[in-house]
């Protein structure tokens, strides 16, 4: 079955040091997508990045980078000196394989607090 | 350009009662999926409709259904509501090409059902 997992609940960071958020996944199909989605006190889902599965190199947009490795099934999220504004909770999900849905497999979530 | 929408932001209904919840989707979308997020977990696949019609459910019961109408906006209707209904719901819109568009995520309804 597929499942995401996000085993870091809360993390709490000072403003400036950099945080990595884990996330493993787990699916038997060899064509899927990872996605890492930020979640702000409002509530609304703000997309960040899509990786499919053929593409192993790691991404860097400003301050956040990714990190995707297939042979640990790991797709980890790094925020280089933070800021308070960082201060949400962040989901990493798989799209269910075989579906032309692109539903979406949500992990538990990481909430991360960065403080000033 | 447009982003997804949502209508209501809050609501309360008691046990018993339906709730109608709306979504418009991003300009240019034609795909909406709805998701329900209770506190402190995150987003489960309810159901996504393309072309009026549902074409795929996640595991929750016949209580939820929806509708998509002809200008891709959407409903999300749950019966008999239960005080477990209680919870953020999440409407995203995307592309119906093969199921690999990213899904673009409204502001949510939250809903407390006492």
């Known amino acids: 079955a597929q499942k995401v997992t996000q085993a870091q609940t809360e993390i709490s960071v000072v403003e400036k040091e950099d945080v990595t958020l884990d996330c493993v996944y787990e699916?038997?199909?060899?064509?899927?997508?990872l996605f890492w989605y930020k979640q702000p006190p409002s509530g609304e889902l703000v997309f960040l990045i899509r990786?499919?599965?053929?593409?192993?190199q790691n991404e860097i947009s400003g301050r956040y980078s990714w990190n995707f490795q297939k042979s640990t099934s790991s797709f980890n999220f790094t925020i280089t000196a933070s800021q308070v504004v960082d201060s949400a909770v962040y989901f990493c999900?798989?799209?269910?394989?075989?579906?032309?849905?692109?539903?979406?497999?949500f992990g538990q979530g990481t909430t991360l607090q960065v403080k000033p | 350009d447009a982003g997804v929408t949502q209508s209501p932001t809050h609501l309360i209904k008691t046990r018993g009662q339906q709730v109608t919840l709306r979504c418009s989707p991003k300009?240019?979308?034609?795909?909406v999926s709805w998701y329900q997020q209770a506190l402190g977990q995150g987003p489960q696949f309810i159901f996504q409709?393309?072309?009026?019609?549902?074409?795929q459910r996640g595991n929750f019961p016949d209580r939820f259904s929806g509708h998509q109408f002809p200008n891709y906006s959407s409903e999300l209707n749950v019966n008999a509501l239960l005080l477990g209904d209680s919870a953020l719901y999440l409407c995203?819109?995307?592309?119906?090409?093969?199921?690999?568009?990213?899904?673009?995520f409204g502001p949510g309804t939250r809903l407390l059902v006492l």
């Open positions: 995203a819109s995307s592309l119906a090409v093969d199921g690999t568009e990213t899904q673009y």
């Open positions: 699916t038997r199909d060899t064509t899927y997508y």
């Open positions: 990786r499919n599965s053929f593409d192993e």
């Open positions: 999900a798989l799209s269910e394989p075989g579906s032309n849905t692109g539903k979406l497999i």
């Open positions: 300009s240019g979308h034609d795909t």
């Open positions: 409709y393309y072309e009026e019609e549902e074409r």
